[in-house]
């Protein structure tokens, strides 16, 4: 699975938009973004994912540049409960009839949101 | 919605002993994950099974084994167990489809202390 890199530590303002970067320069045409997140020893916590189109749902949005190599996951209006680690995973999808659905963890980005 | 089940969630054992932790996937999950993740760092996979088989396997020791049942539960037992075994022991289960952009929901992990 391709390598990922983020910076280690952000800060946020209540009620502004998170802006989380990752930076996957060897990423495959067959490997998926997911970001995750982990808030104090909990369990990680799926967030979002895409291929190439950037993807919206109800947590977040995600923005992948053309060429692949980053990525940005944006929390609108983020919260204190936002509060945690986030990492951008990148991994190879499903094939055939054998998983190779492990999620390999790097440093993630620590996201605290003050008030 | 159901959420993967995992037990003990707390768990206190002495060196050399045996432990055995348990997981119950989200229903109609065929694919379930263990993860270690020790004191300040990321997690880290151990091994998967996918329809009852091992279908991967990452940096867990010989002293570690699991399977997955016919009900797709998975169970992951420890024996001679070490100080450095202390850890936090995620489970997680991802769902037979869509398929190739399987998603991992993590349980809320089994929080083992070896004394």
């Known amino acids: 699975d391709a390598k990922t890199t983020q910076p280690p530590s952000m800060d946020c303002a209540e009620g502004r938009a998170a802006n989380l970067p990752c930076n996957h320069s060897?990423?495959?045409?067959?490997?998926?973004v997911y970001w995750y997140r982990q808030i104090h020893s909990q369990g990680p916590q799926y967030i979002i994912h895409?291929?190439?189109n950037n993807e919206t749902n109800e947590m977040a949005s995600l923005i992948i540049t053309e060429d692949r190599k980053s990525s940005t996951l944006i929390l609108p209006h983020a919260t204190l409960r936002d509060t945690a680690v986030y990492y951008c995973?990148?991994?190879?999808?499903?094939?055939?009839?054998?998983?190779?659905?492990?999620?390999?963890f790097g440093q993630g980005t620590i996201l605290t949101v003050h008030p | 919605a159901a959420g993967v089940i995992q037990s003990p969630r707390h768990l206190i054992k002495e060196k050399r002993e045996t432990a055995t932790l348990k997981c119950y996937p989200i229903p109609r999950h065929d694919t379930v994950y263990w993860y270690q993740q020790g004191p300040g760092q990321d997690p880290q996979f151990l091994i998967s099974f996918y329809e009852k088989m091992q279908s991967d396997k990452g940096s867990i020791p010989d002293r570690f084994s699991a399977q997955q049942f016919s009900d797709y539960h998975s169970e992951l037992n420890m024996s001679s167990l070490e100080l450095g075994d202390s850890a936090l022991y995620f489970c997680a289960s991802s769902p037979v489809a869509p398929r190739p952009q399987e998603t991992q929901y993590f349980g809320p992990g089994t929080r083992l202390l070896v004394l």
């Open positions: 895409g291929l190439k």
């Open positions: 060897t990423i495959s045409g067959n490997e998926y």
């Open positions: 995973i990148v991994r190879v999808s499903f094939q055939g009839g054998t998983s190779y659905g492990k999620l390999t």
